[in-house]
């Protein structure tokens, strides 16, 4: 298995950027995925996640109501449209595979495979 994120580049307060993660091997639609960032000096955090279905959706505080997750099952990709970015929104941020076993969608544990990450910037 293997993920691909794409999409991170430099953009104003304000802007917006579609990230997204492209998986390749089967059964991609049986795992849910998550959407990870680690700016810099700082730890890795849990940003959004998909269910396998696409169905179900879960946000960090910081971005509800700005960023939306989503997938294309047929095209093996997940999305993650950010809107009304922030200075703070800056980081590299990376897609990763649920495994659904053990934690909330947020604690990173339940990830098994992850993508090399793109880097957003947001200038003020």
């Known amino acids: 298995v293997q993920l691909q994120a794409s999409g991170g580049g430099l953009v104003q307060a304000g802007g917006s950027l579609r990230l997204s993660c492209a998986a390749s091997?089967?059964?991609?639609?049986?795992?849910?995925i998550g959407w990870f960032r680690q700016a810099p000096g700082k730890e890795r955090e849990f940003v959004a996640a998909?269910?396998?279905?696409?169905?179900?959706?879960y946000y960090t505080d910081s971005v509800k109501g700005r960023f939306t997750v989503s997938r294309d099952n047929a095209k093996n990709t997940v999305y993650l449209q950010m809107s009304s970015l922030k200075p703070e929104d800056t980081a590299v941020y990376y897609c990763?595979?649920?495994?659904?076993?053990?934690?909330?969608?947020?604690?990173?544990?339940?990830?098994?495979?992850w993508g090399q990450g793109t880097l957003v910037t947001v200038s003020s």
């Open positions: 990763a595979r649920d495994t659904g076993l053990g934690g909330t969608a947020a604690y990173s544990g339940r990830y098994d495979y």
């Open positions: 091997g089967r059964i991609f639609s049986n795992y849910g």
């Open positions: 998909v269910s396998a279905s696409g169905i179900s959706t």
